[in-house]
């Protein structure tokens, strides 16, 4: 595989330094991931702790940017210094894809680890960047639903299993398929928030009422309430008419809900998917690029004030 490297002007905006700044703690005509991590290290530019987030990528519909935005989004906040563990859900191994890999060399998936208690450490793979792991998926993963069906307590299964090694990342990342079955009920039991990747047109609509009623009920029947639900539009093309009309009116059916970046269509996004690269692999300077950090950047603020606002509440609990 193709090797990873920075400049040192895009190491330097990395880290949040001044190029001059990073000539001075190690100067290099390249930087490796490696050397990233080793200077957040040294140079005490850790971002701030959130505390472990658990978020999941969920549409039941396909095609709507989940696995695109979720590997994009995890590669960035392992790039701004997160730990983070991509968790490929959907037997077609597409967000294993992104990472570089193929789902079919890997032996053991979460199938294993949910069917087959085998530890969820033991699945875990390391990928280019020093901080960022993931758990890869292949076929093998499409008769998990069939497999926890007759199991006791099949609801809670991966939220049970990830609690041996969460506390050991800042973001655990799943890519859910598209489907409505017990792995994606797994996937929201074990989840905090919900990042709900739309197209902009009518059809996801109906997508979206499904999906709110199955959060609805997961609140009723299981007792699970999800700290954030964010819809994000994606593949959004404000030429056309019909998305501009679609964008009005999830803004008014879910204002609470909808983030206010769009991600807008981008070629780069879709030759980044079958080079199996997250997008700021393959191109940093693409408009892809741009809308996903301005919608990281939003997520970030929003989690960091939820967690100013909660910290009185656990203290009086
Ligand atoms: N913002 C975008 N602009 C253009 N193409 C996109 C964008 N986001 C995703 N795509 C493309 O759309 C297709 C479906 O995206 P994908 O992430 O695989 O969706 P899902 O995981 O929801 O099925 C892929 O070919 C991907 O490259
Ligand atoms: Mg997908």
Not at 95 to 123: I, M
Not at 145 to 164: H, I, S, Y
Not at 183 to 200: F, H, R, S
Not at 226 to 240: E, K, Q
Request: charged content about 20%.
């Amino acid at each position: 595989m193709e090797t990873l490297s920075y400049s040192p002007r895009e190491t330097a905006s990395l880290l949040g330094i001044t190029p001059r700044a990073l000539a001075g703690a190690l100067k290099k005509d390249v930087y490796s991931p490696e050397d990233v991590w080793e200077l957040r290290g040294k140079l005490q530019l850790e971002p701030p702790a959130l505390g472990t987030r658990k978020q999941l990528f969920l549409n039941f519909k396909g095609g709507t940017g989940k696995t695109s935005l979720s590997t994009s989004y995890a590669w960035r906040l392992a790039e701004k210094g997160y730990g983070v563990l991509l968790v490929d859900l959907d037997s077609q191994g597409h967000a294993t894809k992104c990472l570089g890999y193929e789902g079919e060399d890997f032996q053991a998936t979460l199938l294993d680890v949910l069917v087959k208690k085998k530890p969820v450490s033991q699945v875990i793979q390391k990928s280019l960047l020093p901080n960022l792991d993931f758990i890869p998926s292949n076929l093998s993963m499409s008769t998990v639903d069939l497999a926890l069906m007759p199991m006791a307590g099949r609801e809670f299964k991966l939220r049970n299993a990830l609690k041996e090694v969460e506390a050991h990342y800042d973001f655990i990342i799943f890519d859910a398929p598209p489907s409505f079955g017990l792995l994606n009920l797994n996937a929201l039991m074990a989840t905090e928030d919900l990042i709900v990747p739309v197209l902009a047109d009518f059809l996801s609509f109906h997508g979206l009422k499904l999906l709110f009623e199955t959060v609805q009920s997961l609140e009723e029947d299981l007792g699970h309430v999800l700290d954030h639900v964010f819809i994000v539009v994606n593949s959004f093309n404000a030429t056309f008419k019909l998305a501009k009309e679609a964008l009005e009116a999830l803004k008014q059916h879910y204002p609470e809900y909808l983030m206010p970046q769009v991600i807008r269509q981008c070629t780069r996004f879709a030759q980044a998917s079958s080079e199996g690269m997250p997008i700021f692999r393959f191109d940093r300077e693409s408009k892809g690029a741009a809308d996903m950090q301005s919608l990281i950047d939003e997520v970030l603020s929003r989690l960091a004030t939820t967690k100013q606002g909660q910290a009185p509440a656990a203290k009086s609990a």
